[in-house]
């Protein structure tokens, strides 16, 4: 394969995170760089163990980030690229992908776009800065990278806004990433998928721990049962994580899938060899265990 692909941060890998990284040819991409944990999950904290997680995946992306030629920023939430002050010179000479800032955004994703470009200057630090939405580029000899039309962060018309599906292509390999698509639930991001044919996707499953809860029975039915349609018809790879391994029946979703697929369904862990550490999952068990006056031994 003449692309590779290596995923630096996801939720069943213990963060929230879809971060990953594309070699090909001499170049590297770095789709998503960020990583963050939920403020709160089954009224609980995170545990410490997620806290150092989380720092140790921000190392990691922090040094690939260094060492990366494009950076690509698919939508504006805290755990798809990283935002504080210290870290924006980190984008300093990188070739920026990233979903237009003002159009198709909601407020809060463009005020945080626009903290990000012009006030830390990230637009300014960077090499070059091009919107991805409904765009290419090509990059080195034979390298594309497309951006989809902005689509739906879950269900249509949802008021959590959009996100770029992206891909790499290169010699008739596809590596796609969507980030943030929950299923799809949208079927426009579904015809968007299969139209596109990835050789390797990664998509972020549908949020079914938060079913009639944040998003409605309905929706999170039909994200599995768009995610169900691309196990059934992509001869490909497909890696399902972030929302749907936030889930205890994750490895249950996953094992039905992989029975009608016509490629191969795998979670990140799989796909990078980890272990299985759904740590935003098992946090009440964590905390049961360890409960917080014994954080010490946790340190030490
Ligand atoms: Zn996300």
Redesign the pocket.
């Known amino acids: 394969m003449s692309l590779k692909v290596r995923i630096l941060g996801a939720d069943s890998i213990g963060v929230?995170s879809?971060a990953t990284i594309v070699e090909v040819e001499d170049y590297k991409i770095l789709i998503d760089p960020g990583v963050s944990f939920a403020p709160r999950r089954y009224g609980l904290p995170p545990h410490p163990l997620e806290l150092e997680r989380l720092e140790d995946v921000k190392e990691s992306i922090r040094e690939e980030l260094e060492d990366s030629d494009i950076v690509i920023i698919t939508h504006y939430?805290y755990?798809?690229y990283l935002y504080r002050e210290e870290d924006v010179n980190l984008y300093k000479g990188k070739i920026l992908l990233v979903k237009n800032p003002r159009d198709n955004i909601n407020v809060s994703q463009r005020l945080r776009a626009h903290r990000f470009l012009v006030k830390n200057r990230v637009a300014e630090l960077a090499k070059r800065v091009m919107y991805i939405d409904s765009n290419w580029i090509q990059v080195g000899d034979s390298i594309v990278i497309r951006g989809s039309p902005p689509m739906p962060h879950g269900s249509d018309g949802t008021r959590l806004g959009y996100v770029i599906i992206v891909s790499v292509e290169h010699h008739g390999y596809i590596f796609m990433h969507a980030?943030?698509v929950q299923g799809p639930i949208s079927g426009r991001a579904l015809e968007w998928i299969l139209q596109h044919r990835p050789t390797i996707l990664l998509i972020?499953g549908p949020p079914t721990y938060f079913a009639g809860y944040k998003v409605s029975e309905e929706e999170v039915i039909q994200g599995l049962r768009n995610l169900e349609t691309i196990a059934q018809r992509l001869d490909a790879t497909v890696i399902v994580d972030?929302h749907m391994a936030r889930d205890l029946k994750y490895l249950e979703y996953l094992e039905k899938l992989r029975r009608q697929a016509k490629g191969r369904v795998v979670s990140a862990f799989e796909y990078m060899g980890a272990p299985y550490e759904p740590l935003e999952a098992l946090r009440k068990q964590l905390w049961e265990e360890k409960p917080p006056d014994s954080d010490r031994a946790l340190r030490g």
């Open positions: 929230r879809m939430h755990d798809h980030s943030d972020s972030h």
